[in-house]
């Protein structure tokens, strides 16, 4: 089994900040329309 890398963190909460804004975006959207 391999130990996490810290590039791998560092990109797991970069994709978690990503879903964050994305929901953000829809839940916006959906408020638009």
Same mark, same amino acid.
């Given at each position: 089994?391999?130990?996490p890398l810290p590039e791998?963190?560092?990109f797991e909460k970069i994709?978690?900040?990503h879903q964050k804004l #994305? +929901? +953000?975006?829809s839940a916006?959207? #959906?408020f638009v329309k």
């Amino acid at each position: 089994e391999l130990e996490p890398l810290p590039e791998v963190d560092c990109f797991e909460k970069i994709r978690t900040f990503h879903q964050k804004l #994305q +929901s +953000s975006c829809s839940a916006a959207d #959906q408020f638009v329309k």
